[in-house]
């Protein structure tokens, strides 16, 4: 039932009360189609939404995306041009003949039923350790090709040197290069291994984030894009090249440990995020008319979006529809462009 009030357009309206209640990550899962609005990112990386996603294509030259029923290759325009940048120059750096592409986002971004606390605002992306083939994987076998770790599984926390090579080192170093590129997570023991071997620019090193998992794939985060106004930017890296007691630390026990527990607290279940945990102009993004998704994939010389130079709508205008006191505007229709 709720996910199918979640497919319909003006959701808030008919719903009332049960979308209200309902958590967020089906409300959001349950959308197919990104809103057609310019695009916005609205929250944080962990906490928000994206009107105006757009779509990596399936296949480009130097990319395929994979497991494709998860609906989750939408972004921000600026993510998606990065990405098609970053897998020509993986490709020229020998990777394969290109990046197999992850998760990016759900159409209209937000909380997933599944995996992720980020990739909510369309400016988080997963890159698969394994380069694109020179056969292209079919829509099956990019459904059950199986993720390979780099780490050496009998052993704590260390990269297998089998399987880690320098044109890893130099991929990974490539996506931190880029001025848009916020951070790079990366398991510890793959920041380690880079911290013990990168001869190139150091300063890079910083952005490169040591996190839980990670050993699969690499996940490259963009910075909120210029004048995005909702979109809350992480803390800076701290300066230096991260190598250092910070690193140490997840090579302790204490990241590892299992939480203690309290025998005299009683173990309460969290609440699951509803639509109104979310930034207040996330409940118009899932409330308002879907673009058409032959309209909404962006690259690879195909026709795609381009944001019209007019404003989006007056915040007033947001205000009114979270409130349900006017429909959402269609707004004129935006120009389909070719993409350089
Ligand atoms: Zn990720």
Request: aromatic share 6%; proline share 15%; charged share 35%.
């Given at each position: 039932m709720t996910r199918l009030l979640a497919a319909g357009a003006g959701l808030l309206l008919i719903a009332g009360q049960a979308v209200a209640e309902t958590p967020a990550k089906e409300l959001f899962g349950g959308a197919k189609l990104p809103s057609r609005t310019e695009p916005a990112p609205h929250g944080s990386y962990a906490k928000g939404c994206i009107a105006g996603a757009v779509a990596?294509?399936?296949?480009?030259?130097?990319?395929?995306?994979?497991?494709l029923s998860r609906n989750r290759r939408w972004g921000h325009p600026q993510m998606i041009a990065l990405l098609e940048r970053f897998s020509r120059d993986a490709a020229s750096l020998g990777w394969g003949t290109g990046i197999l592409v992850g998760d990016i986002s759900q159409p209209r971004g937000g909380p997933m039923l599944f995996g992720h606390a980020s990739h909510q605002i369309g400016l988080d992306a997963d890159i698969w350790f394994t380069p694109k083939p020179s056969q292209p994987l079919s829509p099956q076998q990019?459904?059950?090709l199986p993720f390979t770790s780099m780490l050496d599984k009998s052993k704590f926390l260390t990269v297998d040197s089998r399987r880690w090579t320098d044109t890893h080192a130099r991929?990974?170093?490539?996506a931190a290069s880029y001025p848009q590129v916020e951070r790079v997570f990366v398991t510890p023991a793959i920041?380690?291994?880079l911290c013990d071997t990168w001869r190139g620019d150091r300063s890079l090193l910083g952005k490169v984030r040591p996190i839980y998992g990670?050993?699969?794939?690499?996940?490259i985060r963009i910075h909120c894009p210029t004048g995005a106004a909702g979109c809350k930017p992480q803390a800076r890296v701290p300066s230096g090249d991260g190598c250092d007691k910070s690193l140490a630390w997840w090579f302790t026990?204490?990241?590892?440990?299992?939480?203690?527990?309290d025998p005299n607290k009683?173990?309460?279940?969290?609440?699951?995020?509803?639509?109104?945990?979310?930034?207040?102009a996330c409940a118009a993004v899932l409330a308002a008319p879907a673009r058409p998704a032959e309209e909404a994939v962006l690259g690879s010389g195909m026709a795609a979006y381009s944001a019209p130079m007019a404003?989006?709508?007056p915040v007033q205008d947001i205000e009114a529809i979270i409130n349900g006191t006017v429909l959402p505007d269609h707004g004129p229709m935006p120009q389909p462009r070719p993409f350089p």
């Open positions: 990596i294509p399936t296949d480009g030259p130097t990319w395929q995306a994979m497991r990019r459904e059950d991929v990974v170093m490539q920041k380690r291994k990670h050993d699969e794939h690499f996940h026990d204490e990241p590892w440990a299992k939480p203690k527990k009683k173990p309460v279940k969290p609440r699951p995020v509803i639509l109104s945990d979310l930034p207040k404003v989006a709508a």
